[in-house]
């Protein structure tokens, strides 16, 4: 997604070119610092979590379908 950013593992190039980009261009950075932080606080709310905790014991308790 565009809440992170993915280098490829190893890649120490790629990673520097990445935190480069970050350091130089300080408008990249606040959008990908507003992004993460709403993809975590609706991915991980509470609420968020409980709700897929509550869908999948229900599949494993057999009382919903996969859908």
Do not use: M
């Not at 480069?20 to 932080?37: I, Y």
């Amino acid at each position: 997604g565009d809440a992170a950013v993915y280098v490829p593992p190893g890649d120490s190039l790629a990673l520097a070119s990445s935190l480069r980009r970050f350091a130089n261009d300080r408008a990249a950075l606040q959008g990908l610092r507003s992004r993460s932080t709403q993809l975590a606080a609706t991915s991980f709310a509470p609420e968020a979590i409980v709700q897929q905790l509550s869908v999948r014991i229900a599949r494993l308790a057999g009382l919903q379908q996969e859908q």
